[in-house]
């Protein structure tokens, strides 16, 4: 079957199934002002989780999985995130601080230092190292560079005995999270278990140790990643082994660990990161977390958000409309099932709050795009970078040493300042001639300059909004930019990915299992993933963030 025809025919099936399976849809707003909040409130990131893999593959799911939220719990059809650079660390600093990049400061994974041109890592702190484990340049140690707060800083402000865990495959989806006085945990490949760093305290408590001392990633060795239903069900998602998945191809099944290994090792304990045992190990360290923590057991409101992250190197690596991640989802599916059976049991079903979404969606590949004939490409950073320092020295004259423009940051353009000084060179102009440069190139669609995004100079412009929302005074380069639908920046790691302001990337998951305090149903109307925080907070009865501005999410007492 042709790759146009699979996608036209998911797309039907997604929004038949859409239609068909819903509950009864909400359409007005309750306040919620029970004064008893939950004992537990479990906040799950599918990472790289698009909407449409969700209703796509809607009759496919386990009875109480992501079913437990369509079926029973109160789900947004149409949430979206309003920043334009869609990827992990923004995604993860807006959901429970209500505040965008604009003002959380986290305007991407990794920026340059606006005076330096350094580069800087979203969650790195060299005052702070990793605990048992070896801590490297740019690793994720703390919540430093996060500008605002979180609703667990809020709720621990108002109730200090309550707890804020955090864990997760990748340290940003752990410690933006978990805030400024929270406690994040997140995945070792050196060892295949878990480790907070010295931020948080000085040695992990005793249940810490005595789940990494059983090397649970371990048993995962040498075992085969095997498709969880037979050939047919996956027609409606692309085969394996497509000739753009790269040189090191992807099938299933799929075994761990390579054949020559003799025990497990850093190599291995990357790449069960990379399959559904990753999200095994994590679900199983947050259980952990629940018994040796008593989360949600102590007569006070505590938080365990965990943060999935193997559906987003799937993607990365197959796209979101491959077997394997099809597969993979459906995989996860069935770990949730099983954990939310376990909070049932441990927590009892009427006293916790589950709510699943998603940091950011995912672009089709290229190659998938292309062949519904729509445009799309993969653009080379390193060469149009020295396409627009090409332009700049042109209009502006070659410089004795270094460039106009320094690199990329986030996603925007970093110039030079030193050198404009030196030379005597307008930054405004710099500035304009680059936003110049920039949109003749075939895959871009809109610039904005830093003086633009300052005056709010353009705010009818395409995509300026969200793009305005995407960058940061204090951390962000001079000229903001976006690609064009179905354009991704060239990489020799990745055959998809995201950071867009189109729906691929925005739209993604908000599901909410909460019978005791919110009516179930389908919310169709548009909302505001950053009406997350004040919604969470008004249910756990705390002052909502500071930097939160969106109105809590269209919910009705049950």
């Not at 979404?357 to 004939?373: K, L, N």
């Not at 909004?465 to 204090?474: I, K, T």
């Not at 005791?516 to 909302?527: F, L, Q």
Request: charged share 15%; hydrophobic share 45%; aromatic share 8%.
């Amino acid at each position: 079957m042709k790759i146009v025809t699979l996608l036209r025919t998911c797309l039907v099936a997604s929004a038949t199934l859409l239609l068909a399976s819903c509950a009864t849809p909400i359409t007005s707003i309750t306040p919620i002002t029970s004064s008893a909040p939950p004992k537990l409130l479990v906040f799950m990131v599918v990472d790289g989780l698009p909407q449409r893999q969700i209703t796509g593959y809607r009759d496919q799911l386990a009875p109480d999985g992501f079913a437990r939220f369509l079926d029973r719990g109160t789900w947004f059809a149409n949430a979206n995130y309003a920043h334009a650079f869609t990827v992990t660390a923004a995604g993860h600093a807006v959901m429970l601080t209500g505040a965008y990049p604009d003002r959380t400061g986290i305007i991407g994974n990794e920026w340059r230092n606006p005076a330096t041109g350094a580069p800087v890592y979203n969650t790195e702190d060299t005052s702070a190292t990793y605990i048992g484990h070896k801590t490297s340049a740019f690793d994720g140690t703390s919540p430093k560079n996060l500008k605002v707060q979180t609703v667990g800083d809020m709720l621990r402000a108002a109730s200090p005995s309550s707890k804020v865990i955090a864990i997760s495959g990748k340290d940003r989806g752990a410690i933006l999270p978990a805030g400024k006085s929270g406690t994040a945990y997140m995945y070792m490949a050196e060892s295949g278990g878990f480790a907070s760093s010295t931020f948080y305290m000085a040695q992990h408590p005793a249940w810490v140790t005595a789940h990494n001392a059983a090397k649970p990633a371990d048993r995962y060795f040498k075992t085969e990643w095997t498709a969880l239903l037979p050939e047919a069900a996956y027609a409606r998602s692309l085969p394996d082994s497509q000739p753009w998945f790269g040189p090191r191809g992807g099938k299933l099944p799929m075994m761990m660990g390579v054949a020559a290994d003799d025990k497990p090792g850093p190599m291995f304990y990357n790449a069960v990161m990379r399959s559904p045992f990753g999200d095994a190990l994590t679900l199983d360290f947050a259980r952990a977390a629940i018994a040796g923590e008593q989360l949600g057991q102590r007569g006070t409101t505590d938080i365990l958000s965990v943060s999935l992250s193997s559906h987003d190197y799937i993607n990365h690596l197959y796209s979101a409309e491959s077997r394997l991640s099809h597969d993979h989802l459906l995989q996860l599916d069935r770990q949730l099932e099983r954990f939310f059976a376990d909070l049932d049991k441990t927590i009892g079903k009427d006293n916790y709050v589950a709510m699943l979404t998603a940091d950011h969606g995912f672009m089709p590949a290229p190659e998938v795009s292309a062949a519904q004939g729509l445009p799309s490409g993969r653009l080379n950073a390193a060469q149009l970078l020295g396409r627009i320092n090409a332009g700049l020295e042109k209009r502006f004259g070659a410089l004795d040493s270094g460039k106009w423009a320094m690199g990329f940051s986030g996603s925007s353009l970093l110039l030079d300042k030193k050198q404009m000084a030196l030379n005597k060179a307008d930054p405004a102009a710099v500035a304009q001639e680059a936003k110049s440069l920039l949109l003749a190139e075939p895959a871009m669609a809109a610039a904005y300059t830093r003086a633009e995004l300052l005056a709010v100079a353009a705010p009818g412009a395409p995509l300026f909004s969200a793009m305005r929302n995407a960058w940061h005074p204090d951390v962000s380069g001079d000229v903001q930019y976006a690609l064009k639908p179905n354009w991704m920046f060239a990489s020799t790691v990745t055959v998809a990915t995201h950071g867009s302001p189109y729906p691929y990337d925005t739209q993604v998951p908000l599901l909410v299992y909460a019978p005791s305090w919110y009516k179930p149903g389908r919310v169709d109307a548009p909302v505001d993933m950053a009406s997350i925080a004040p919604t969470l907070a008004q249910l756990l009865g705390v002052a909502k963030p500071p930097a939160a501005a969106a109105p809590v999410l269209p919910v009705q007492a049950p």
